[in-house]
């Protein structure tokens, strides 16, 4: 099992930028392949982004081109940079992990075993 804890979320403007991290312990950072899903209210929760072990990523498309996912695994943390921030963007941001090979992602909410509590993201018009 993975403990993942989200930062980084808070209030900022349309237009503008944040930058999410999440911290890992547990087991072998770099041995998962690494998501980040949203949650708004009234909605299911969706994928956003996710890095395999090997620094494969891929996104989902309603971010593509504003959003980057990467990871330090001296660090055993995974961020997501997100930029030119929309309205739409609002959620609450949640990490997630699953164990997978080398050049493997994931968008499947089902794959993902170990996930962070989550971290709030608003943006404002």
């Known amino acids: 099992q993975v403990q993942l804890v989200e930062s980084g979320g808070g209030l900022v403007q349309a237009g503008g930028s944040l930058r999410l991290s999440c911290a890992a312990s547990g087991r072998t950072f770099s041995d998962y392949c690494m998501g980040w899903f949203r949650q708004a209210p009234g909605k299911e929760r969706e994928f956003v982004a996710a890095?395999?072990?090997?620094?494969?990523?891929d996104y989902s498309d309603s971010v593509k081109g504003r959003f980057t996912i990467s990871r330090d695994n001296a660090k055993n943390t995974v961020y997501l940079q997100m930029n030119n921030l929309k309205p739409e963007d609002t959620a609450v941001y949640y990490c997630?992990?699953?164990?997978?090979?080398?050049?493997?992602?994931?968008?499947?909410?089902?794959?993902?075993?170990?996930w962070g509590q989550g971290t709030q993201v608003t943006v404002s018009s």
């Open positions: 890095i395999s072990s090997g620094d494969r990523t």
């Open positions: 997630a992990a699953t164990p997978s090979s080398y050049y493997v992602t994931t968008s499947k909410i089902v794959a993902y075993n170990d």
